[in-house]
């Protein structure tokens, strides 16, 4: 009999396209975790926001998997920055939906901390308790984001709840528990590192020559690649800084994938106005190029092209866009931050540099490509490290050993008690639940 749970990914859908402001390695993580779990034998409904009035309520995606659009809010996009006030009604409308179709989860995995939020009310009223992936700790994004940051005060109170509450937190690297354990006070006996993954049905390594040709790059260019979301923390102006120092190498190119768009906007999209305004004050506006959004096929041509995959955020929880690079044989250039300096060995799969340092960067760049030897070497290690390490099966191996830990604990205890003084006295900024209203 397959086990039955429930995702919470209440502003990244599985469905969604990626490279948008809020499209990116979260999708990524629902989605393959999930394919990786239903093939272990699980029966997954994903809950996320409906943001499109056309969108059905449930969708059969995958066999096993089926992906639920909630009402929260109005049924188009909104940033994820202004979503908290929809959460209580994301918790009615999913209760509601439970008990319509006489649903019966085992457990329930949230992503982020309004997932988290409302897994939280789903604990108290159904007593079914729930593991969460943080994703991004909002007093870690407040140290680096400063007064840019444009979430709420009250996340900083509703994570610190949630680490409390929830039966189980999930880690996806050193730092990040770290981070919880000495900003959050988390107990470390709850959690518990499970990494991110990769697909190896979409990222494996080809010759560079087939797919330069594909993307209609020259043999003997110098590609560096940087694919992301492009939104400032990235640090994307980091890299384009750095090629200041290596326009003197011949043939040497900048790829910019992402953006909302196939093509860039450069007079509506600020942050694209700002980084080829930069570029050419750089003067190496010939050499960096601007593709816009591409889609999950064709990401991995742009990987096996490239001779580095540059990633220099200023912080980063984990980053699986290291990963498929790694995976296409690429190794990577990154900032020696969060999961970054998880996945990548410094002088093994490529280097670490500082965030915010374009010259260390630029001399990673050029230590790289000066030792044919060294640099097939580098190949190599990257492949071997991704293929042993991260794997969307090996990260779903961990998750269901967590989850049968959690599971028979609840089977031990059938009922969790209903802490009713939490419910009634408990408010979290401008969000108050109220099990009660529900359980009526």
């Not at 993307?215 to 590609?223: A, C, M, Q, S």
């Not at 690649?225 to 800084?241: F, S």
């Not at 994938?257 to 509506?268: A, L, T, Y």
Request: charged residues 25%.
């Amino acid at each position: 009999m397959k086990r039955k749970i429930a995702f919470i990914s209440e502003h990244a859908s599985p469905l969604a396209v990626l490279g948008g402001v809020d499209s990116g390695g979260q999708n990524v993580y629902v989605a393959e975790i999930c394919k990786s779990l239903s093939r272990l034998g699980y029966s997954i409904d994903i809950f996320t926001r409906k943001d499109d009035e056309g969108l059905p309520e449930i969708v059969e995606w995958l066999p096993g998997i089926r992906v639920v659009h909630v009402e929260a809010g109005p049924a188009r996009e909104v940033p994820k920055e202004q979503l908290l006030g929809f959460m209580d009604e994301f918790t009615k409308s999913m209760v509601g939906l439970i008990r319509r179709l006489h649903l019966d989860y085992e457990l329930v995995h949230a992503n982020f901390f309004m997932s988290g939020l409302v897994a939280s009310e789903i604990k108290l009223i159904l007593g079914i308790p729930y593991v969460i992936t943080f994703h991004a700790l909002g007093k870690i994004r407040m140290i680096h984001q400063k007064e840019n940051d444009a979430f709420p005060a009250t996340r900083l109170d509703i994570e610190q709840m949630i680490v409390e509450d929830a039966d189980y937190i999930i880690a996806e690297c050193p730092q990040d528990k770290q981070d919880l354990i000495e900003h959050y006070q988390a107990d470390p006996t709850r959690i518990t590192i499970i990494p991110c993954g990769f697909s190896s049905e979409e990222f494996a390594p080809a010759p560079k020559a087939g797919a330069r040709r594909r993307l209609g790059l020259h043999k003997n260019d110098v590609v560096l690649l940087q694919l992301g979301r492009i939104v400032p923390r990235k640090g994307v102006d980091n890299v384009i800084r750095a090629m200041h120092y290596l326009k003197e190498i011949p043939n040497i190119k900048l790829l910019v994938v992402g953006g909302s768009d196939e093509k860039p906007d450069f007079e509506r999209d600020p942050e694209f106005k700002r980084l080829k305004a930069l570029a050419k004050t750089e003067g190496v506006e010939d050499k960096v190029v601007f593709t816009g959004r591409r889609n999950r096929k064709q990401l991995k041509y742009y990987y096996q092209a490239a001779d580095f995959f540059i990633s220099t955020p200023w912080y980063e929880p984990f980053g699986i866009t290291p990963l498929e690079a790694m995976a296409c044989g690429t190794p990577v250039i990154g900032s020696d931050v969060g999961g970054i300096k998880y996945t990548v060995r410094h002088g093994e799969t490529g280097f670490l540099v500082p965030p915010h340092d374009p010259l260390a960067l630029a001399e990673a760049v050029k230590k790289g490509i000066s030792c044919p030897e060294q640099y097939a070497q580098l190949c190599e290690n990257a492949l071997n490290r991704v293929n042993e390490n991260f794997t969307w099966s090996f990260v779903a191996e961990k998750a269901h050993g967590l989850y049968m830990l959690v599971m028979a604990k609840r089977e031990a205890k059938p009922a969790y008690l209903l802490d009713l003084r939490r419910a009634q006295t408990k408010p979290l900024g401008g969000y108050q639940a109220n099990a009660i209203t529900y359980a009526s």
